[in-house]
């Protein structure tokens, strides 16, 4: 089982998985966890720490709409450019320059489900998916 499955495993169980700063993770659920599951995890930990510390940084930044490719030049290190017409943008960043790497993002993507979509500009952008809308009786 990868990273991505075994997130996505214990997200159906019921189990809540968290980074801790010193590197450990937090399992918390409150039904018990096969010996199975349990071995995997450990197996697969510096994966499943990446790609929870990328869900985390990355919801937050979604509050709104963010263009994806400058999600992805923060996220591996880059930098805030001024342009000459006043915008500012992400420019720079290599994949694991920074200890992080684009495939934990792209990870985190799939498990908040962010809606890709292209922008008024052409660009391609990230947005978190709408809430469920409750039906009115």
Same mark, same amino acid.
């Given at each position: 089982?990868?990273?991505?499955?075994?997130?996505?495993?214990?997200?159906?169980?019921?189990?809540?998985?968290?980074?801790?700063?010193?590197?450990?993770?937090?399992?918390?659920?409150?039904?018990?966890?096969?010996?199975? $599951?349990?071995?995997?995890?450990?197996?697969?930990?510096?994966?499943?720490?990446?790609?929870?510390?990328?869900?985390?940084?990355?919801?937050? #930044?979604?509050?709104?709409?963010?263009?994806?490719?400058?999600?992805?030049?923060?996220?591996?290190?880059?930098?805030?450019?001024?342009?000459?017409?006043?915008?500012?943008?992400?420019?720079?960043?290599?994949?694991?320059?920074?200890? *992080?790497?684009?495939?934990?993002?792209?990870?985190? *993507?799939?498990? $908040?489900?962010?809606?890709?979509?292209?922008?008024?500009?052409? $660009?391609?952008?990230? #947005?978190?998916?709408?809430?469920?809308?409750?039906?009115?009786?």
């Amino acid at each position: 089982m990868n990273a991505e499955t075994l997130i996505s495993r214990c997200h159906d169980l019921g189990v809540t998985l968290s980074p801790l700063p010193s590197g450990m993770l937090r399992v918390q659920c409150n039904v018990e966890i096969s010996d199975m $599951l349990r071995s995997a995890l450990k197996d697969n930990k510096p994966e499943v720490l990446a790609i929870l510390e990328a869900m985390e940084w990355l919801k937050p #930044r979604l509050a709104e709409p963010k263009r994806i490719a400058d999600l992805i030049s923060e996220w591996c290190g880059g930098k805030l450019v001024l342009d000459r017409d006043q915008t500012v943008r992400w420019e720079g960043g290599r994949d694991g320059l920074n200890g *992080r790497d684009i495939d934990a993002l792209l990870a985190a *993507r799939w498990q $908040l489900k962010l809606y890709p979509f292209t922008g008024d500009d052409g $660009l391609s952008w990230w #947005r978190l998916p709408e809430e469920p809308q409750e039906w009115e009786q």
